[in-house]
């Protein structure tokens, strides 16, 4: 059994839980964070020869639970912007990491000179917008909502890893339902779709229906009256944005 030795006769949970989120580029849950504690207090314990030997901070560190972790990193983030630092602690979709403040993206961005900054086009974002609060949707409504066509955007959002096929539809021609991603809510830094703007408000509006979605017996006039005619904005709308990042 390998022994663990620590360099400060006392060891405080806000002190580890700060390693542990320094030591991984990953979002950590509570979960797996109380049992890292847990584990390595119970390593430390057994591997005492006589329990005098037992450092005094390993007993509580035994009954760590998810609580007791996320009162450690209120406690850093506390501390942290108390001391202005430029970093802090938050909570992705998967857990808590370690990251810099976006005051400060451009200083960071500078270490990576040749790595370009990709803007998605209006266009796409809002197609993803609709896909966001309206999910799962097919591309046929996101269409009828926008009244143009959106093959471009929905290939370009799924190359991005923003969006990704949910299944098929139970319609005519079974057409693929799209709904975001995990990328998606790190990206704008938002643990669920619950998070985003006015969410229940919007996902309660009503929106134009796309053909494939109308009943079986509706009549093609119906059909015909209930949308606007697609156009195509291929041509006319890029489909990125794409601009060099600058470390002025």
């Given at each position: 059994?390998?022994?663990?030795?620590?360099?400060?006769?006392?060891?405080?949970?806000?002190?580890?839980?700060?390693?542990?989120?320094?030591?991984?580029?990953?979002?950590?849950?509570?979960?797996?964070?109380?049992t890292a504690v847990k584990d390595t207090a119970k390593?430390?314990?057994?591997?005492?020869?006589?329990?005098?030997?037992?450092?005094?901070?390993?007993?509580?560190?035994?009954?760590?639970?998810?609580?007791?972790?996320?009162?450690?990193?209120?406690?850093?983030?506390?501390?942290?912007?108390?001391?202005?630092?430029?970093?802090?602690?938050?909570?992705?979709?998967?857990?808590?990491?370690?990251?810099?403040?976006?005051?400060?993206?451009?200083?960071?961005?500078?270490?990576?000179?040749?790595?370009?900054?990709?803007?998605?086009?209006?266009?796409?974002?809002?197609?993803?917008?609709?896909?966001?609060?309206?999910?799962?949707?097919?591309?046929?409504?996101?269409?009828?909502?926008?009244?143009?066509?959106?093959?471009?955007?929905?290939?370009?959002?799924?190359?991005?890893?923003?969006?990704?096929?949910?299944?098929?539809?139970?319609?005519?021609?079974?057409?693929?339902?799209?709904?975001?991603?995990?990328?998606?809510?790190?990206?704008?830094?938002?643990?669920?779709?619950?998070?985003?703007?006015?969410?229940?408000?919007?996902?309660?509006?009503?929106?134009?229906?796309?053909?494939?979605?109308?009943?079986?017996?509706?009549?093609?006039?119906?059909?015909?009256?209930?949308?606007?005619?697609?156009?195509?904005?291929?041509?006319?709308?890029?489909?990125?944005?794409?601009?060099?990042?600058?470390?002025?």
């Open positions: 059994m390998r022994v663990l030795v620590f360099p400060v006769p006392l060891m405080e949970l806000t002190a580890i839980v700060e390693a542990l989120l320094f030591a991984t580029q990953e979002p950590l849950p509570l979960t797996q964070m109380a390593d430390i314990r057994d591997a005492a020869n006589d329990p005098s030997e037992i450092p005094p901070y390993v007993e509580p560190l035994l009954a760590v639970d998810e609580i007791a972790i996320r009162e450690a990193i209120d406690a850093l983030i506390a501390h942290y912007e108390q001391d202005h630092r430029a970093f802090t602690i938050v909570e992705r979709p998967h857990g808590w990491r370690l990251c810099a403040k976006s005051d400060y993206a451009e200083w960071c961005r500078a270490l990576y000179p040749g790595k370009k900054v990709q803007r998605l086009s209006q266009p796409a974002l809002e197609t993803l917008a609709i896909i966001a609060y309206r999910q799962p949707i097919t591309r046929a409504g996101v269409e009828a909502v926008r009244g143009v066509s959106v093959d471009t955007m929905v290939q370009t959002l799924v190359e991005r890893g923003l969006i990704r096929i949910e299944g098929r539809a139970e319609l005519p021609g079974k057409p693929l339902l799209y709904g975001t991603t995990e990328a998606f809510l790190d990206h704008f830094a938002v643990k669920n779709l619950d998070e985003l703007p006015n969410a229940q408000e919007l996902r309660r509006v009503k929106l134009p229906t796309a053909a494939e979605e109308q009943p079986a017996d509706t009549s093609p006039s119906e059909l015909q009256l209930s949308l606007e005619p697609v156009k195509s904005e291929e041509a006319a709308e890029p489909e990125l944005q794409v601009e060099e990042s600058s470390a002025e």
